[in-house]
């Protein structure tokens, strides 16, 4: 997969790019990351990149033509078709469906932000679609680019050493489920013991303790995510059982 990310800072973007995950996808060859700056396709001897807003107010707004300039080279870098994502708080909440979809492209171009945003008319003649974060506001769209680099990296095959890391994760699988508790070595410690279920070596039990939790985590945690009427009567049973065993001992 090639991510092209027009900032005013690929070097955060480059630097991000080479830990964890996304480093070792690199490394094998699964992801191509390259960094666009605006500034480099600025006229004049300031390359400025902005300018005050019409209507007055405070800030500064990213002006067409630089940005026009850097997002042709991009596009250009790669016959691959592209969609020109912005990162804005005004976009489509990301969700771990929509990274499941980008996922699965060969390419896409990350439009980073700042100041107080990018003039409407490129934004209205070159973006996609918007995507955001969550309801808030941050300095630029670096880090939204960063997220989503690193949330469809780690989908793509080969990305992770277990396979089955990703379908385990949170919101994967049909029901979009929390993830269930983990826990590692020692088994005792002060501040509690690890279940008994994950000691006995019996993998169906195993298994079946971990939908249960996960099934409970999520009703108590994010009950919008669980629609109840369309879990399986296995689904229903172990949930009314997690919710009758908390209702008599709520201490974790």
């Given amino acids: ?7 005013l800072f690929p070097e955060f973007m480059a630097q991000s790019a080479a830990l964890g995950v996304v480093g070792r996808a690199a490394e094998r060859g699964l992801l ?3 960094g666009w700056n605006p500034r480099d396709y600025a006229e004049g001897n300031y390359r400025r990149v902005d300018d005050r807003p019409f209507g007055g107010g ?25 969609p020109v994502i912005y990162l804005s708080p005004q976009g489509t909440p990301l969700t771990q469906a929509k990274v499941r979809e980008l996922a699965a492209l060969p390419r896409m171009i990350l439009l980073c932000g700042r100041y107080e945003g990018i003039d409407e008319r490129f934004l209205e003649a070159e973006v996609t679609e918007e ?4 309801d808030y506001v ?3 769209g670096e880090l939204g680019a960063a997220v989503i680099v690193d949330a469809v ?15 385990q994760d949170s919101f994967e699988g049909p029901q979009g489920l929390l993830d269930c508790p983990h ?8 501040w509690g013991t690890v279940p008994d279920v994950l000691r006995s070596g019996n993998h169906a039990a195993i298994a079946r303790w971990r939908r249960q939790q996960s099934l409970l985590r999520t009703a108590l945690r994010r009950p919008d995510l669980l629609d109840e009427g369309q879990l399986s009567k296995a ?18």
Wanted: charged share 20%; proline share 8%; aromatic share 2%.
């Fill in 1 to 7: 997969m090639r991510i092209d990310v027009v900032t």
């Fill in 58 to 82: 405070p800030g500064m707004v990213m002006l067409i033509e630089p940005l026009r300039a850097c997002l042709a080279a991009a596009k250009a870098a790669d016959p691959a078709p592209a």
């Fill in 183 to 190: 826990y590692s070595h020692p088994a005792q410690h002060e």
């Fill in 153 to 167: 990296t780690r989908l793509q095959e080969g990305a992770l050493g277990d396979a089955e890391s990703a379908a």
């Fill in 131 to 134: 995507i955001s974060l969550g």
């Fill in 235 to 252: 689904d229903r049973v172990l949930l009314e059982q997690a919710r009758q065993a908390v209702a008599k001992d709520p201490t974790p």
């Fill in 32 to 34: 191509e990351l390259h």
């Fill in 138 to 140: 941050l300095s630029g």
